[in-house]
């Protein structure tokens, strides 16, 4: 009775150490991702770079998408500038970052993210044009992006307090179809916008700080 008492109790022990040693493997593994992810978009996803978008507080389920939208290249793969690390000065894209993820990496960098707080980006805004986005995001957008763009929920990513020279180059990307619109009726809704219509919405999201 006390060999099998002792038996048990080491296969309880086992268990444990490798449940302890799994989860230290997932940390480190999480940790060297978010560490690469950080190097750009900051060290919680709050990025200081107005060309790299703040992804800290997104929904996970929009990360997600995007990130998989990378890894197929349906989204457009710019080069940009490694802003810290042992990197730093040289340069990658998107493409190149996430092509060797795996599903549960990109589960798991997605959540992480999710998980932090989005912090509005300080930057200036022209007072005038932002009234008249506001007009037209009541107008045209408020029904997928709620509340003015700032409801993670939405899955449909944060617009409120974006970079501005981000949001703007996402603009020209919708419109030139070089990134998909999975709404038919905001694809509509970007075909109508002129370049004062996109330059009215950059500057009212960018109001919000």
Known sequence: MLKKKTAFALLACSAVFALSLASGAYAADLSKLTETCGNCHGKDGDSTD??????GGMSAEYLKGQLVAYTKKDRPCPE??????????????MCQVVKDLSDSDIKDLAQYYAGKKFVRAKQKFDAALAAKGKEIHSANCEKCHSNSGSVASDDAGILAGQWMPYLDETFKEYKSDKRPQSEKDMRHKIEKLDQAGVDALVNYYGSFQ
Do not use: F, L, Q
Request: aromatic residues 0%; without cysteine; proline residues 10%.
């Open 50 to 55: 107005s060309k790299i978008p703040i992804i």
């Open 80 to 93: 940009t500038e490694i802003k810290a690390g042992p990197k730093k000065g040289t340069k990658t894209d």
